[in-house]
T-cell receptor, first 116, second 113 residues
Framework: AQSVTQLDSHVSVSEGTPVLLRCNYSSSYSPSLFWYVQHPNKGLQLLLKYTSAATLVKGINGFEAEFKKSETSFHLTKPSAHMSDAAEYFCVVSDGYQGGGNKLTFGTGTQLKVEL | NAGVTQTPKFRVLKTGQSMTLLCAQDMNHEYMYWYRQDPGMGLRLIHYSVGEGTTAKGEVPDGYNVSRLKKQNFLLGLESAAPSQTSVYFC????????????FGQGTRLTVV
């Protein structure tokens, strides 16, 4: 079985300050991990993904995430927040073919608020 | 390049009514999924399909049925809608290859009164 825990349901930062969104995962197999972003009343857009090639993954819009197996974490960071980053962010785990379906398991989401 | 298209985008149903949500993808993906999104719960998998003619239950399948008669289409049906099925529904597709991401539609906001 696989699961994802997003440690903060809401995060508020000032524009220009760093962003940290925390995610811990559990998986019986070597996982693939993703971060998706959802802007208000929109669909989900892939920010970045980890697939065992490199532990530090760079994504779109200046976001990056580091896979730490010893801590079972995949935290999302950005050095400097922009107003347009305000959205809901989902950490997602997939165990690939294991068990069939290549199913994605979502965390409950972190709402990021960016203030002037 | 449409990607994943969901129809309709909004719908209001009365309790007991039925409806079908249509998902179409033009990326020749083998795998397709239906999720529901509820506040504070993330997205939960309803049903999925690993190829034309196949379907399987996800995490929350009760009250829903699906069909995959054509590779590019995945239909989600509600036979007798209940207020608990008020939600935003997302369709997604993927190649099914390990370590590949899913591509999502824009969502269908369904309200059951």
């Amino acid at each position: 079985a696989q699961s994802v825990t997003q440690l903060d349901s809401h995060v508020s930062v000032s524009e220009g300050t760093p962003v940290l969104l925390r995610c811990n995962y559990s998986s019986s197999y070597s996982p693939s991990l993703f971060w998706y972003v959802q802007h208000p009343n929109k669909g989900l857009q892939l920010l970045l993904k980890y697939t065992s090639a490199a532990t530090l993954v760079k994504g779109i819009n200046g976001f990056e995430a580091e896979f730490k197996k010893s801590e079972t974490s995949f935290h999302l960071t950005k050095p400097s927040a922009h107003m347009s980053d305000a959205a809901e962010y989902f950490c997602v785990v997939s165990d690939g073919y294991q068990g069939g379906g290549n199913k994605l398991t979502f965390g409950t989401g972190t709402q990021l608020k960016v203030e002037l | 390049n449409a990607g994943v298209t969901q129809t309709p985008k909004f719908r209001v149903l009365k309790t007991g009514q039925s409806m079908t949500l249509l998902c179409a993808q033009d990326m020749n993906h083998e795998y397709m999924y239906w999720y529901r999104q509820d506040p504070g719960m993330g997205l939960r998998l309803i049903h999925y399909s690993v190829g034309e003619g196949t379907t399987a239950k996800g995490e929350v399948p009760d009250g829903y049925n699906v069909s995959r008669l054509k590779k590019q289409n995945f239909l989600l049906g509600l036979e007798s809608a209940a207020p608990s099925q008020t939600s935003v529904y997302f369709c997604a597709s993927s190649t099914g290859h390990p370590n590949t991401e899913a591509f999502f539609g824009q969502g269908t906001r369904l309200t059951v009164v």
